[in-house]
């Protein structure tokens, strides 16, 4: 057994510390958490949002389609915009693509060059891709137009976030 013994000064110092950083950690707990929530908080999986398009009007020629959807970056919430280029093909997948170019990020225009007929084409260095977005070789985009992943409910189309397009 020790021969130590606790003073009552030291008893009420180490009482005093243990139960006010009991408290102390009771308070900041709920605040740190609702601080740092919502940047763990998972990015939801298979998001897809609604476009006002109907898959049936779609047709083998791209169309521009605009959609906007509320996006929630941590504590703040806004309104985002986006634009997809969609087709039909012949055996009626339908196809939406990224309208942002893969050299320095301009956009799109589907059939807007006289001298390119019935291909994609970027207005800002003359980048041109195919209209499965594939690139041209020779212009500077280095990669093909980004795909959005697409859902059909109701007869509306849906989209998904854009990823690499795995043509070669
Ligand atoms: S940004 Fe499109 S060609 Fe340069």
Not at 42 to 69: C, I, M, N, S, W
Not at 122 to 148: A, E, F, I, M, S
Request: charged residues 20%.
């Amino acid at each position: 057994m020790s021969n130590q013994r606790v003073s009552r000064r030291q008893f009420l110092n180490y009482t005093l510390t243990g139960v006010g950083g009991f408290m102390a950690a009771g308070v900041l707990m709920p605040m740190l958490r609702f601080a740092i929530d919502p940047v763990l908080a998972a990015e939801g999986k298979g998001d897809f949002h609604a476009t006002k398009q109907k898959v049936d009007d779609l047709t083998e020629t791209p169309t521009r389609v605009d959609f906007t959807y509320e996006q929630k970056d941590a504590w703040y919430t806004s309104n985002v915009t986006q634009t997809a280029w969609v087709y039909k093909t012949k055996s009626g997948d339908i196809v939406a693509l990224s309208p942002v170019c893969k050299h320095l990020g301009c956009t799109v225009n589907w059939n807007a060059n006289k001298s390119h007929p019935n291909m994609f084409f970027c207005p800002c260095h003359g980048g041109l891709y195919h209209k499965n977005g594939k690139n041209v070789p020779g212009t500077p985009p280095t990669r093909p137009l980004d795909v959005y992943p697409v859902k059909v409910k109701d007869g509306y189309l849906y989209l998904g976030k854009p990823k690499a397009n795995n043509l070669v």
